[in-house]
């Protein structure tokens, strides 16, 4: 039985995509971009966009052939119960370990831009708190406060109109000077921008109307498609892609440019806008990876050993984070994020041909 | 214990005044029929009009033979009185008399006469005290649930203007009325809140706010649940748009279910206005509780760790100011709004020549003497002044408390990690609205989720042609305001 307080409707699944989408690759992925094939980010971008659309249709194809399960029931399904669960823990670990990699991520953005010195395990204690209380309660409350990111972002992009008398036009020509095979050969590294789509497969059961979920998907992605390219070209164009290439997080550098008239910085409000939109794409990761754990444990309607779970979870995901030495190993570890996480949509595309396998088993069954 | 009357009178008698033993106040008096069959009538003083019984009930009855009393069908008596009921359980009457009715016991019948002749002491409908409004009515709801339901049948002349009543208060037994619009309400959320409140097992209810706290969805939240107003004409408002209104007697207040967050700050004159003034009301109110909330928690946050935010010119005066001051901002801050909060809860239960006083002592604290002695700087004063005044804004008394409270935990984080405080409790707060439920219903409603009808009203407030769908917040089964509607409906 579904607990009523994760139930969603197809018009939510927009807001999860994006929610889950938009958040830590976007804060730097212009700099890596203009590393690779500088001014031309944008296209490489809307490449992307194009291939996880290609994704999208695959794993929705996936789970309307299983039917009202996620994956960990699918998991079961295919490999039987032991090898299935051992699958399933797999597929935990990898959502524990983003995760734990965003956490992290959003604490070192903290102490970058705000607070030098307080205590990084006291700070993420504290920031976590949000997550730990909306995860409780259910994914509908983490759809509705998912709402508010779609006008956090918009208003992002609403301040890129007051730098625009400093965008120069000329920093993005000529257009495609990289060329044709190298734009879509770097396509593939934006491509790790966009995972959260995945998570889909978490969620499928909960999405009261499943006819528009594909629908809505796509126009998620291509939501977040959107705003990626607006935000890497304003870069470009702001900077030029030699200075892009120096920056570390370009969306804060652009945020610092503006004088505003009264407040001598405006940077800062800007930069506060970023973590409620971090919080909640830590918040669906976060989520999945404990609804996910209590099915596997078959806690679901427990909520004596659901609490004892959220704790140890929370507990564990907040010392983990600290593992990372620095921000260098855990940049890379975040670019392997990247293929843990397209390795993952390449099991479910296989668990999806092995439906056909499983289904003409039970045809043969049933005939023989 | 028997609970059936008699034939004989003295075993009633008997029996009544063993339960109304040490009722002084309970009066018994003996009487003669006109064949001198003796009879009983009992009320209560104070709750029964004297000048009626005597007047009226006494002499017709003392004219009748024993015979005539009653007519053939044992269906209703010859006493000129309005209302008046034939009772045979002793329980019945014995609440009958306590509501104020006065019973009538004759010798040889095993039935008592009920009347209605009560006449209670109450308070003249006043001026609202707590929900003023420049335009509109001027008249409040007052402790006696009759008057109330009497004001709001006056202003909704309408056979669909229903009233539930029930008794609550395991030991007070007292009137509670659950009052809605047939077609608009909608019935599943009557039914929810009847439910609710007839299980409710207390001894005594002395407001309606012990009702909310005893049927409230979620017990750890500081935020009102339920709106309350001592006015009728919002409470007609209310029911208007589908809610339900709960009254008790002995509480000058209504309930009103379900309610949002954004409820709180809708007052009626921004209705009875020209719809831009209304709006820029709204904004203003709007502005009133972002600044309430987090204005001194900014100003911590920002003096404490992220002082490259002020400009240069204001930064000079403000350092100066600060050099002299021994405490730490969030010190500083704590001390003028504890002290603040204490001036304003002391006002409320003052009386009102001391009060008077009050006001000039709390002008010293906050104020230039403050700054002299060295404890506050400057800026803090107005800071806090402009908190408080931002606080004020807030039409709703309970939700006001809330946020004045709930300032002083932004304040404490904002003082740990400055503007990530501020911004983590905002999002935190956020989420505790969006979790909450009203009956049910989401409390942020209009915003997460998001619909846009209701939308529109919640930051601005549209003209009222462009109002012409009620909120869907309480689930209203007739959509739209207006007769055209009204006679599809029929």
Redo the contacts between chains.
């Keep these: 039985m579904i607990n009523k307080a994760n139930e969603i409707s197809s018009n939510q699944v927009f807001i999860f995509v994006v929610s889950a989408q938009v958040g830590f690759g976007i804060l730097s992925m212009a700099s890596t971009l203009a590393d690779d094939i500088g001014h031309d980010g944008w296209i490489a971008i809307a490449f992307a966009g194009m291939i996880t659309a290609l994704l999208i249709c695959l794993i929705v194809a996936t789970l309307k052939r299983f039917g009202n399960i996620t994956i960990i029931e699918i998991n079961n399904l295919i490999f039987g119960k032991y090898i299935g669960r051992i699958f399933s823990l797999l597929a935990i670990a990898y959502l524990t370990y983003a995760t734990v990699l965003m956490m992290r991520k959003f604490n070192d953005i903290?102490r970058l831009s705000?607070?030098r010195l307080?205590p990084p395990l006291v700070?993420t204690s504290?920031?976590i708190?949000?997550i730990i209380?909306?995860s409780w309660?259910g994914l509908k409350?983490i759809c509705?406060?998912s709402?508010?990111k779609i006008f956090l972002i918009i208003i992002v992009t609403l301040y890129y109109i007051l730098l625009m008398k400093y965008f120069r036009f000329t920093f993005l020509q000529p257009i495609g000077a990289a060329g044709a095979a190298k734009i879509i050969k770097v396509s593939f590294s934006p491509f790790t921008s966009f995972i959260g789509y995945e998570l889909l497969t978490f969620i499928y059961p909960y999405i009261k109307d499943k006819k528009k979920v594909l629908r809505n998907t796509l126009y998620a992605n291509a939501f977040t498609v959107v705003f990626y390219i607006i935000t890497v070209a304003m870069l470009t164009g702001f900077f030029g892609e030699v200075m892009l290439k120096q920056l570390l997080y370009p969306v804060f550098s652009l945020a610092r440019a503006y004088r505003a008239p009264?407040?001598?910085?405006l940077d800062?409000f800007f930069i506060?806008l970023w973590?409620?939109i971090m919080?909640s794409t830590v918040l669906t990761y976060y989520f999945c990876a404990y609804n996910s754990i209590k099915i596997v444990f078959n806690i679901e309607n427990n909520k004596q050993k659901s609490k004892l779970l959220i704790w140890c979870f929370t507990i564990a995901v907040i010392l983990l984070s600290r593992l990372p030495k620095d921000m260098i190993q855990l940049n890379t570890l975040f670019d392997q994020l990247g293929y843990v996480s397209t390795a993952y949509v390449g099991y479910i595309f296989i668990c999806y041909l092995l439906s056909f396998i499983k289904r003409g088993n039970k045809k043969n069954e049933k005939s023989a | 214990m028997q609970n059936l009357l008699s034939k004989k009178l003295e075993d009633n008698m008997f029996i009544l005044n063993e339960k109304f033993l040490e009722c002084p106040d309970i009066k018994r008096q003996r009487v003669l029929l006109k064949d001198g069959t003796p009879a009983v009538i009992i009320y209560v003083e104070g709750l029964t009009s004297i000048d009626l019984l005597q007047r009226d009930i006494i002499p017709n009855l003392l004219r009748l033979e024993s015979a005539q009393v009653f007519d053939e069908n044992m269906q209703t008596v010859r006493l000129p009185v309005a209302s008046l009921s034939l009772l045979n359980e002793i329980d019945a009457l014995i609440s009958d008399i306590l509501n104020g009715k006065t019973a009538v016991f004759i010798n040889g019948y095993d039935i008592a006469i009920s009347l209605s002749v009560i006449k209670v002491e109450k308070r003249n409908i006043s001026e609202p005290t707590i929900e003023k409004n420049v335009k509109g009515a001027q008249e409040a709801f007052v402790e006696s649930i009759n008057t109330n339901i009497s004001i709001l049948r006056r202003k909704v002349k309408n056979n669909r203007l229903k009233i539930r009543l029930l008794t609550l208060g395991d030991l007070t037994n007292q009137t509670v009325a659950l009052v809605y619009i047939e077609g608009i309400a909608n019935p599943e959320i009557v039914e929810t809140m009847y439910n609710k409140i007839v299980d409710i097992q207390y001894d005594g209810i002395f407001d309606v706010g012990y009702i909310e706290q005893l049927i409230a969805d979620n017990q750890i939240t500081p935020f009102p649940h339920y709106l309350y107003s001592e006015r009728p004409d919002k409470t007609v408002s209310c029911l208007l748009e589908g809610k339900l209104a709960v009254l008790v007697d002995g509480s000058p207040f209504a309930m009103l279910a379900p309610m949002s967050f954004f409820s709180a700050f809708q007052a009626l004159d921004d209705y009875s206005t020209s719809w831009p003034v209304g709006s820029l009301t709204r904004l203003l109110r709007m502005l009133g509780l972002l600044m309430a909330l987090f204005l001194p928690a900014l100003y911590i946050a920002i003096v404490s760790?992220?002082y490259?935010?002020?400009?240069?010119n204001l930064l000079i005066p403000l350092a100066e100011s600060r050099a002299r001051v021994p405490f730490p901002p969030i010190i500083e801050v704590l001390i003028l709004e504890t002290t603040l909060e204490m001036l304003r809860e002391a006002t409320i239960r003052l009386p009102t020549f001391i009060a008077t006083s009050l006001g000039v002592v709390g002008g010293l604290i906050i104020g230039q003497a403050a700054v002299d002695a060295g404890i506050v700087s400057n800026i803090i004063i107005i800071v806090v002044a402009v908190t408080a005044i931002a606080s004020f804004l807030i039409p709703n008394h309970d939700m006001a408390l809330t946020i004045r409270y709930t300032r002083f935990i932004v304040m404490l984080?904002a003082a740990?990690?400055?503007?990530?405080?501020?911004?983590?409790c905002?999002?935190?707060l956020?989420?505790?609205l969006?979790?909450l439920e009203s009956m049910g219903e989401?409390y942020?409603k209009p915003?997460?989720?998001?619909n846009r009808n209701d939308f529109k009203d919640i930051m601005l407030r549209p003209s009222l042609k462009r109002l012409r769908k009620r909120p869907t917040l309480a689930h209203p089964l007739d959509k739209t305001r207006g007769k055209t509607n009204d006679k599809q409906s029929k």
């Design positions: 903290i705000a607070l307080t700070l504290f920031i708190i949000p209380y909306l309660y409350y509705r406060y709402t508010l009264v407040v001598e910085r800062l506060s973590f409620p919080i | 760790y992220h490259y935010m002020i400009p240069l984080f740990i990690f400055g503007i990530i405080g501020v911004v983590i905002g999002v935190f956020l989420s505790h969006i979790v989401p942020f915003v997460f989720p998001f």
